[in-house]
């Protein structure tokens, strides 16, 4: 066997490997799910109690 068509095959053996990979990278990649929303400002009265009370003390 000459020495040639040993290298020809690992030459061959190695594109074969890295497209393999390259192909396997690309297949795998899944995109990525959009990032949520922000919450909208909440309008009007709060039904939790969270919202600030009025200062009902006198004024001095």
């Not at 074969?16 to 799910?33: D, L, T």
């Amino acid at each position: 066997m000459e020495l040639g068509s040993v290298r020809n095959k690992v030459i061959v053996a190695a594109l074969v490997a890295i497209a393999g990979g390259v192909i396997a990278f690309f297949v795998s990649k899944r995109p990525q799910p959009q990032a949520p929303a922000a919450e909208p400002p909440r309008l009007g009265y709060s039904r939790n109690g969270s919202a600030p009370t009025p200062d009902l003390s006198p004024i001095h």
